[in-house]
Structures are given as structure tokens and as C-alpha cells.
């Protein structure tokens, strides 16, 4: 009988805060990290006067923060660089998106990891699902994609916004079962700075995201000859009263669930995973070799389960 084929699905969700996570416990995700593995780790970088954070924090990096001690990495704990070490597998001094302008981006030099499996296995479907329309444009998740859906939570509201990039990768996994899929949701991010992380609309937001989380995983599911590998990770946290930019550990905690959907690991904790190691996780699941001319600064997490 012929092995199964390795796919990855690769989920964020802008500003959600683990805690938040644990305590409010969707049923999806919740599951995802009882039969998985997870663990939290603490961005690297952060500006002490950031607006909106009131928390004085800590300042960062120190060691043994990673990723090297004594390696200054001037960032805000934003979207941008949050998504664009997810995508790059380098951090912010590397990828050059220090806040959410990308003004001086370096993804030809440090492409997401999508656009890496492509090139070098040619034979690999890749397809990303953006409710933030930066993260397209500015080319974090890049053109060599071979499906590309790009939408503008401002435009469009984040609510819907999110939900026809739900809809679109749910049908786009259960009809083409990509190799390598990368889905973007917003809206808990958006009601984090409006109203904080700890009012009953973040709460629907986080349950809605969940939902969507579970259709993607049920479209999947169903494709016979594939096990799926999920990653759940996201790009900063919120300070209490919402917002995010600066170096308290309410920003700069993240975390990273992952899940083989056809093995049951029990909930084992993973040990600091960070935003960096998403990328190189995904492309060692598939088989790709981790070239070290690339200068990455994350390492798989796991080079198979
Ligand atoms: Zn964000």
C-alpha cells in the first residue's frame, strides 16, 4: 500500500492571545492542541514606545531571548513583521519589515516558504488565503503562489472579509488539495484593538475563526491517500486594553498548535516554537531540504511526526 502523501495546512489569526485561547476554549483549536503538540515563545523584538502600550515591559532582546544572544532586532511587535517572519523563516533585521509600512522589505532575498517549496519542487501546488490585503501586495506571500486570494478586511469589514477567505480555501482544499496552504484570519485582531482582548466580541471572534478552522480541517479530512499536518500560530498578542506594537509579554507572546490529523500525540508541549520555525516545519514535512545559503533563522520544530 503506498504511503500517504505529506500536505501541510498553515492557519494564522492576527492578535490572538494564548491565554485568551486556553481560557476561552474553541472547540476546534481546542482540540487541535489535545490531540497535538503546542507550546508559547516570546517575540524577540518589540519598541518600548510604541503607542498604545502602556506597559513599560521588558526590553529586547536580552539573552538568552533568541535568537542570538546579543543580536539587536529593532522591530514593533505589528502584523508585518509578525506575518513576515511567519512567512520568511528570518526575523525582521533579515526580512526588512520592521512595522506595517514594508517599506523596506527583502523578499527576494527572503521569499515565504510557499514560494520556496515551489521552486525548489516544481511539482508541489502551493495556495495562499488573505483577508489582509499588505500581506499580498507587499509580496509576504509572494507571486510564485500558484492560487493567490487576496482581500481587504478594511474594505470589505474583517468579518466578511474573513469569511470569504474561509469559504474560498475550504472549497479550493476539498476540490484541489494543495500540497502546502497558507490561510489568513483577521477579525480577532481588529476587535482586539477596538475593544480588547477580554469583551464577549473577541470571544465570537475567536469562536468564528474556530469554526472556519474546523471546515478547513473537515474539507481536508475527507481526501483520501493524504495526511495532513495543521500548524495554528499567529503574530502578536494584545496588552489588556488592546493594541499591540511594543514589548510587553501580553504582545510579544505567541504560540504554535500543531496537529497530524491522522495521529494522536496526546497534547506533548512543544518547546518555544517560534514564528520562525512555521516555515522550515512546513517545508521539512514535505520533504524539501533547508538550504543554509538561505540564512534562515528557524529550524523545523519536527522533520516528521
Ligand atoms: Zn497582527
Not at 505529506?6 to 492542541?33: E, H, Q, T
Not at 501580553?250 to 491522522?262: K, P, Q, S, W
Not at 520533504?287 to 523545523?300: F, I, K, N, R, S
Amino acid at each position: 500500500m503506498p504511503l500517504n502523501k505529506n500536505k501541510v495546512l498553515v492557519v494564522g489569526m492576527d492578535g490572538l492571545r494564548f491565554d485568551r485561547l486556553v481560557a476561552l476554549a474553541p472547540p476546534v483549536l481546542s482540540s487541535l492542541m489535545a490531540s497535538g503538540a503546542y507550546g508559547t515563545s516570546k517575540l524577540p523584538y518589540g519598541e518600548a514606545a510604541a503607542p498604545r502600550t502602556e506597559s513599560p515591559g521588558e526590553v529586547v532582546p536580552k539573552a538568552p531571548e533568541p535568537p542570538a544572544a546579543g543580536r539587536v532586532i529593532r522591530s514593533r511587535t505589528d502584523s508585518g513583521p509578525g506575518w513576515s517572519s511567519i512567512a520568511t523563516g528570518a526575523w525582521p533585521d533579515k526580512h526588512g519589515v520592521v512595522d506595517n509600512s514594508f517599506t523596506s522589505h527583502q523578499f527576494t532575498k527572503f521569499p515565504d516558504f510557499l514560494s520556496r517549496a515551489k521552486n525548489a519542487r516544481p511539482d508541489l501546488v502551493t495556495a495562499a488565503f488573505l483577508s489582509w490585503a499588505a500581506l499580498g501586495e507587499h509580496g509576504a506571500f509572494g507571486p510564485a503562489i500558484d492560487h493567490r486570494m487576496v482581500l481587504d478586511g478594511y474594505a470589505l469589514t474583517w468579518t466578511a472579509a474573513d469569511r470569504q477567505i474561509a469559504d474560498a480555501a475550504e472549497r479550493h482544499l476539498a476540490e484541489t488539495g494543495p500540497d502546502l496552504a497558507f490561510v489568513y484570519l483577521g477579525d480577532t485582531d481588529e476587535v482586539a484593538h477596538a475593544l480588547g482582548p477580554h469583551c464577549p466580541e473577541y470571544a465570537a471572534a475567536l469562536h468564528a475563526q474556530d469554526a472556519y478552522l474546523g471546515r478547513l480541517l473537515d474539507a481536508v479530512r475527507a481526501r483520501p491517500g493524504e495526511s495532513w499536518t495543521v500548524l495554528v500560530t499567529t503574530d502578536h498578542g494584545h496588552v489588556d486594553e488592546g493594541g499591540h506594537g511594543g514589548t510587553s509579554a501580553e504582545e510579544r507572546t505567541v504560540f504554535v498548535i500543531a496537529n497530524r490529523l491522522d495521529a494522536d500525540l496526546g497534547g506533548r508541549p512543544l518547546a518555544e516554537p517560534r514564528l520562525v520555525d512555521v516555515g522550515p516545519t512546513a517545508l521539512a514535512l514535505l520533504g524539501v531540504p533547508l538550504d543554509p545559503a538561505w540564512e534562515l533563522d528557524g529550524t523545523p520544530l519536527f522533520n516528521s511526526w
